[in-house]
T-cell receptor
Framework: DAGVTQSPTHLIKTRGQHVTLRCSPISGHKSVSWYQQVLGQGPQFIFQYYEKEERGRGNFPDRFSARQFPNYSSELNVNALLLGDSALYLC?????????????FGSGTQLSVL | AQTVTQSQPEMSVQEAETVTLSCTYDTSESDYYLFWYKQPPSRQMILVIR??????QNATENRFSVNFQKAAKSFSLKISDSQLGDAAMYFC????????????????FGTGTLLAVQP
């Protein structure tokens, strides 16, 4: 079975632009989470979605938004890009979104904002 | 707010030797989970081991074991018989026991320890 897949793997944007990152969870997984990992830091939680509903949101500005589709895939959108948005964006999925579950991570999208 | 601290930015170990990575955390919660994740150059976060706070017994997974000191809020990872494939960035992480309906996949990560394995 395929793991968590993210696209694109790398992306270069300029300040002020908008970006959409995509994530396909493991087949059968209904919960998707997004993390931002700035160089030299640990990942920071952005969003969790379960059954298309937002379950939690980290301390990120409203420029960051996400949604989950009926097939449980997800998009992360970032508007008005800033240089500080340059980071690795990781997606993780789990089966039913309970705290006992294992999280499975994708290999991320590396976003560079120039 | 919960915090996770990893005070060793880099560690090095000889192949076949044992190494211990340190992690401390701060929380006022009684129900939580602790994790060690490995991030190789492929960038994918891989779960190494997890510990439920309510369990007194330290978790073990093959060559990996933890020393969980709840009162001291310490959670160290011991890697025995180190192998070249163990070289990676290691992150300690915390998850609240929020129960169903909450942000159950919200992990709080430390800043990581880069482990080098010398042949």
């Amino acid at each position: 079975d395929a793991g968590v897949t993210q696209s694109p793997t790398h992306l270069i944007k300029t300040r002020g632009q908008h970006v959409t990152l995509r994530c396909s969870p493991i087949s059968g997984h209904k919960s998707v989470s997004w993390y931002q990992q700035v160089l030299g830091q640990g990942p920071q939680f952005i969003f969790q979605y379960y059954e298309k509903e937002e379950r939690g949101r980290g301390n990120f500005p409203d420029r960051f938004s996400a949604r989950q589709f009926p097939n449980y895939s997800s998009e992360l959108n970032v508007n008005a890009l800033l240089l500080g948005d340059s980071a690795l964006y990781l997606c993780a999925s789990s089966s039913v979104g309970t705290e006992n579950e294992k999280l499975f991570f994708g290999s991320g999208t590396q976003l560079s904002v120039l | 707010a919960q915090t996770v601290t990893q005070s060793q930015p880099e560690m090095s170990v000889q192949e076949a030797e044992t190494v211990t990575l340190s992690c401390t955390y701060d929380t006022s919660e009684s129900d939580y989970y602790l994790f060690w994740y490995k991030q190789p150059p492929s960038r994918q976060m891989i779960l190494v081991i997890r510990q439920e706070a309510y369990k007194q017994q330290n978790a073990t997974e093959n060559r990996f074991s933890v020393n969980f000191q709840k009162a001291a809020k310490s959670f160290s990872l011991k890697i025995s018989d180190s192998q070249l494939g163990d070289a990676a960035m290691y992150f300690c992480a915390y998850r609240s026991g929020v129960g169903y309906g909450g942000a159950t996949n919200k992990l709080i990560f430390g800043t990581g320890t880069l482990l080098a394995v010398q042949p």
